[in-house]
T-cell receptor, first 117, second 113 residues
Framework: GAVVSQHPSWVICKSGTSVKIECRSL??????MFWYRQFPKQSLMLMAT?????????EQGVEKDKFLINHASLTLSTLTVTSAHPEDSSFYIC?????????????FGPGTRLLVL | DQQVKQNSPSLSVQEGRISILNCDYT??????FLWYKKYPAEGPTFLIS?????DKNEDGRFTVFLNKSAKHLSLHIVPSQPGDSAVYFC????????????FGPGTRLSVLP
């Protein structure tokens, strides 16, 4: 159990277009979902935390108008990269915490690789 | 089903003793493994990695052991320090097949002074 999926797994887009990435918890309800971006040296930067039915909490330095996060249900959160630019090219990973699990238990999705030309 | 498992949700260790965090995987294609450390309200930071051609990699107080036949890896922290208290995630990837990382659910380590 505890599977999180992401779609698409990779995407190539032109500069200026918007890209939507979906994160789904397949067999559990996730009250909280997290969005990360992977940087060189493999560390993951927390971009935002989203709770179902409320606005996402963005980390300092993350533009909320550029990275739109919607957590519309207990099993789905979306990240939309608006007006993407080459510097947005990266690996984006989501994770989800189960409703009745430990607060620190996070199940990670497989990630989405974004390349902006 | 989860391909990377960390069966211990939490672990408590006395300061100065050894902490051993375990991780099991099911996909025999995995050839690269990493450990991440995560503090509250922060993203996981890379700690140490190991390629499948090795069975041990050491970096200061941190050593990762890989047992390919058992599909098991472990992270040893010696000596454990209170600052090591965090959640540790194990991750694996099949680099030769171009696959992204698969993360385990994490183990919370508490190092008691």
């Amino acid at each position: 159990g505890a599977v999180v999926s992401q779609h698409p797994s990779w995407v190539i887009c032109k500069s200026g277009t918007s890209v939507k990435i979906e994160c789904r918890s397949l067999d559990f309800q996730a009250t909280t979902m997290f969005w990360y971006r992977q940087f060189p040296k493999q560390s993951l930067m927390l971009m935002a935390t989203s709770n179902e039915g409320s606005k996402a909490t963005y980390e300092q330095g993350v533009e909320k108008d550029k990275f739109l996060i919607n957590h519309a249900s207990l099993t789905l959160s979306t990240l939309t990269v608006t007006s993407a630019h080459p510097e947005d090219s990266s690996f984006y990973i989501c994770s989800a915490s189960p409703r009745q699990g430990r607060e620190e238990t996070q199940y990670f999705g497989p990630g989405t690789r974004l390349l902006v030309l | 089903d989860q391909q990377v498992k960390q069966n211990s949700p939490s672990l408590s260790v006395q300061e100065g003793r050894i902490s051993i965090l375990n991780c099991d995987y099911t996909n025999s294609m995995f050839d690269y493994f990493l450990w991440y450390k995560k503090y509250p309200a922060e993203g996981p930071t890379f700690l140490i990695s190991i390629s499948s051609i090795k069975d041990k990699n050491e970096d200061g107080r941190f050593t990762v052991f890989l047992n390919k036949s058992a599909k098991h890896l472990s992270l040893h922290i010696v000596p454990s320090q209170p600052g090591d208290s965090a959640v540790y995630f194990c991750a694996a990837s099949a680099r030769n097949y171009g696959q992204n990382f698969v993360f385990g659910p994490g183990t919370r380590l508490s190092v008691l002074p």
